[in-house]
């Protein structure tokens, strides 16, 4: 059973930067693609970022030149650094598992972001 656990969240002025976390287990991480998403009071989750095994990154255009993914698998973790805050990246950010129909067949529980203005 894959499991996914999110850390890193928390309240940041605009401008500020945050580090998230995502934990994996109960997978071969190296070769899955993961991705981080996020979800805003009364809007749809929206993706962000997707790294794949290989290390391809590609991401939102909202996000791009802000945020980075990365990962390490040899701890099974991936990260998002977001730098450059801004309000409107305020939202419950999860990491997505990616299956084999390419889209996250796993969620973690998420991590709450707050951008004051």
């Known amino acids: 059973q894959v499991q996914l656990v999110e850390s890193g969240g928390g309240l940041v002025q605009a401008g500020g930067s945050l580090r998230l976390s995502c934990a994996v287990s109960?997978?071969?991480?190296?070769?899955?693609?993961m991705g981080w998403f996020r979800q805003a009071p009364g809007k749809q989750r929206e993706w962000v970022a997707t790294?794949?095994?290989?290390?391809?990154?590609t991401y939102a255009n909202s996000v791009r030149g802000r945020f980075t993914i990365s990962r390490d698998n040899a701890k099974n973790m991936v990260y998002l650094q977001m730098n450059s805050l801004k309000f409107e990246d305020t939202a419950v950010y999860f990491c997505?598992?990616?299956?084999?129909?390419?889209?996250?067949?796993?969620w973690g529980q998420g991590t709450q972001v707050t951008v004051s203005s």
């Open positions: 997505g598992y990616y299956g084999p129909r390419h889209r996250p067949d796993y």
């Open positions: 109960g997978s071969i991480f190296s070769i899955v693609t």
């Open positions: 790294i794949t095994g290989g290390g391809i990154t």
